[in-house]
């Protein structure tokens, strides 16, 4: 079975300008999150998806950085403008469901750095 | 909220020397508890999962008990190898709707010859 994919693997740009990542999930799962990763922590979710509908936001930066999931497929996070501490790893990863028991899959990651 | 705290690396073992990772948890409920791996230049792996207390997670010699008394994770491996040299993610989970991930800081293991 495929796995979690995304592109590109690794961006850099420059502050102020903008950028946005792609994920295509495990066919059949309905639950998508993206994650940030910045350099010695741990991952922290900045959106979770049930279908094409949000069901946490809660920690992502909505002035500037959106995220959307349509048809309950694809996913793309986009960053506008870009400011350095937005210097991440930023992951993507599904699971069937929300079920706390659900295994949650990772893709390998969108490298980005801010100059 | 909830929270994760793992202890700090770097850890430098030898090779077939015992490792041990702590991890403790803070959580309201009942959570279901995880290790992920992260092999350099790779994405997160899960590696082993518990969904209750005392449940035992095991994977590749890897395996974790979930203690609620102490609320802890710890990973524990009776040989390591230099194949196992990588970054060690404990993570927590609640069920909901909001059933995010949440994460440790990662401890980094080095494993040498």
């Known amino acids: 079975e495929a796995g979690v994919a995304q592109s590109p693997r690794y961006k850099i740009i420059e502050k102020r300008q903008s950028v946005a990542f792609w994920c295509n999930p495990i066919?059949?799962?309905?639950?998508l999150y993206w994650y940030q990763q910045i350099l010695g922590q741990g991952p922290k979710l900045l959106i979770q998806f049930q279908n094409n509908g949000v069901v946490d936001d809660s920690q992502l930066p909505k002035d500037r950085f959106s995220a959307e999931r349509l048809k309950g497929v694809d996913s793309t996070l986009k960053i506008q403008p870009a400011k350095l501490e937005d210097s991440a790893v930023y992951l993507c990863a599904s699971s069937l469901d929300w079920s706390n028991t659900d295994t949650q899959y990772f893709g390998p990651g969108t490298r980005l750095t801010v100059l | 909220g909830d929270s994760v705290t793992q202890m700090e690396g770097p850890v430098t073992l030898s090779e077939e020397a015992f490792l041990t990772i702590n991890c403790t948890y803070t959580a309201t409920g009942y959570p279901s508890l995880f290790w992920y791996v992260q092999y350099p230049g790779e994405g997160l792996q899960l590696l082993l999962k518990?969904?209750?207390?005392?449940d035992k997670g095991s994977n590749k010699g890897f395996e974790a008990t979930y203690r609620k008394e102490t609320t802890s994770f710890h990973l524990e491996k009776g040989s390591v190898q230099v194949s196992d040299s990588a970054v060690y993610f404990c993570a927590l989970r609640k069920t909901g709707t909001a059933s995010k991930l949440t994460f440790g800081t990662g401890t980094r293991l080095q494993v040498t010859l």
């Open positions: 066919s059949g799962h309905a639950t």
């Open positions: 518990a969904t209750k207390a005392d």
